[in-house]
């Protein structure tokens, strides 16, 4: 059984850090691109960026230059480090295997003051 397991989300201040993680169970986690989604309220949900199995990342251009995606294959985790948070960066964040499409549950990030 395939489970994706989100933390790390919480309330920040504009301008502020988060870092969030997505622990991967059941998939040979290494072979596997990994992916960030959010949804904010009322929108579409939206790719924030994808990391390939051997690394290579790629971002939306709302977050290019502030959010950066890595992972950690010996602890089957994936990470989304987000700077310079904005009111916009709001949202539930999810963890995603693009192929064959596994969903996390979401973790919500809100920025405000």
């Known amino acids: 059984q395939v489970q994706l397991v989100e933390s790390g989300g919480g309330l920040v201040q504009p301008g502020g850090s988060l870092r969030l993680s997505c622990a991967a169970s059941?998939?040979?986690?290494?072979?596997?691109?990994m992916a960030w989604y959010r949804q904010a309220p009322g929108k579409q949900r939206e790719l924030v960026g994808s990391?390939?199995?051997?690394?290579?990342?790629n971002y939306a251009d709302s977050v290019k230059g502030r959010f950066a995606i890595s992972r950690d294959n010996a602890k089957n985790t994936e990470y989304l480090q987000m700077n310079s948070l904005k009111p916009e960066d709001t949202a539930v964040y999810f963890c995603n295997v693009p192929v064959p499409s596994y969903w996390g549950q979401g973790t919500q990030v809100t920025v405000s003051s």
């Open positions: 990391i390939t199995s051997g690394g290579s990342t």
């Open positions: 059941g998939i040979i986690f290494s072979i596997y691109t």
